[in-house]
């Protein structure tokens, strides 16, 4: 009797952490099948042997012929509007996006018999001032975007609890690599650092540039998540995964001027309100997963811009629907005006 190959569902497959999950979801021999609405994502992203369905993880409808047509055997769920600092400003559309739709896969998990739902938490669920940040603290987010990330967690051991769904949580960290959206203007520092230096301009820090981050390579983050299916030790295990090493934002902006082979200097902004200092704890994963190596900052980098440059800069986007703008950055206030008077130009053309 041949045996039936597993089908995975890879949302936000289209993006950058989750192209790669789905390049190694199908090396482990799963069909996969990709559902990105391509709001943060491109579709050069999703790997060939993928199927890709242009979709929302909110249209109930388009889940549920999903599930029934191709009878998921496991979901990883990676779609996320993963921006911290911008979530304050943009409180329903993270609920919306990073909460409410999380809990529309859960449920059609449920209802399919899912057997297990893989789900990319978040290292902001700890807050503040847990360094290192280990799995047996007590979650303690600050802004909204952590505040969704844990929700969605505990909704998951609720619906283990009632209902047996079985789940494997990861919380990533300052994930780079190939393939990040390097025009993203309020996410993902590397890539904002890379895109400015592409475009002949100064690099823009908030503060003294002295916050820490561990950040983290691609390969050490998307294999783990991937192959966690085939390890029953992981069912019901939350897993912080990533590079253990902290650089300032300082270093970084340094080791990428290395790396382009160029430097346009740095803008300081006023510091804006987030953890100042952030990395994690991997004992448990390293153990787990056999992890004895990370790669190195330099080499990312490195490996990082060779691919933007290949892909060229990109055109920065802009997030125009912020629903408060009392107390935003400054830049990122001055990006919304410039925003809504290109909107303004446009509408009075068409008229």
């Not at 203007?185 to 400015?196: A, D, P």
């Not at 992981?234 to 430097?263: C, F, H, Q, R, W």
Request: hydrophobic fraction near 35%; aromatic fraction near 10%; charged fraction near 25%.
């Amino acid at each position: 009797m041949v045996k039936k190959r597993p089908t995975s569902l890879v949302t936000g497959g289209a993006g950058f952490i989750g192209s790669h999950v789905t390049d190694h979801v199908l090396a482990l021999g799963h069909r996969v099948v990709v559902l990105d609405d391509l709001s943060g994502g491109f579709e050069r992203n999703v790997p060939k042997d993928a199927t890709f369905i242009k979709g929302s993880i909110n249209d109930i409808t388009l889940l549920e012929e999903l599930f029934e047509e191709y009878e998921f055997d496991y979901v990883y769920h990676l779609a996320a509007y993963a921006a911290e600092g911008l979530s304050y400003f943009i409180r329903n559309f993270n609920y919306m996006n990073n909460l409410v739709g999380s809990v529309n896969l859960i449920n059609q998990a449920v209802k399919n018999d899912v057997k297990r739902f893989v789900f990319t938490s978040s290292i902001a669920v700890y807050g503040s001032g847990q360094t290192p940040m280990v799995e047996t603290l007590v979650p303690a987010p600050e802004d909204p975007y952590g505040i969704s990330k844990f929700a969605v967690e505990m909704d998951l051991k609720s619906a283990h609890k009632v209902f047996g769904l079985e789940y494997t949580i990861f919380r990533p960290h300052n994930v780079y690599g190939p393939r990040q959206h390097h025009g993203d203007t309020y996410r993902n520092v590397l890539g904002i650092f890379v895109n400015k230096t592409m475009n002949k301009e100064p690099v823009t820090v908030f503060g003294d540039g002295m916050q820490t981050r561990a950040f983290s390579d691609i390969d050490d983050v998307a294999p783990h998540i991937a192959r966690c299916v085939e390890m029953p030790k992981t069912v019901n295990e939350i897993y912080n995964i990533g590079a253990d090493k902290p650089y300032t934002v300082i270093e970084l902006a340094e080791t990428i001027a290395d790396a382009m082979g160029e430097s346009y200097g740095i803008i300081h902004y006023p510091a804006r309100k987030e953890v100042v200092h952030a990395y994690s704890d991997h004992t448990k994963a390293n153990k787990t997963f056999g992890i004895k190596k990370t790669v190195s900052l330099k080499d990312g980098v490195e490996k990082m811009v060779t691919w933007s440059k290949e892909i060229g800069p990109l055109e920065p986007t802009r997030y125009d629907a912020v629903e408060i703008e009392r107390n935003m950055p400054p830049s990122w206030k001055q990006l919304l005006d410039e925003s809504k008077r290109q909107n303004s130009k446009k509408a009075k053309k068409k008229k």
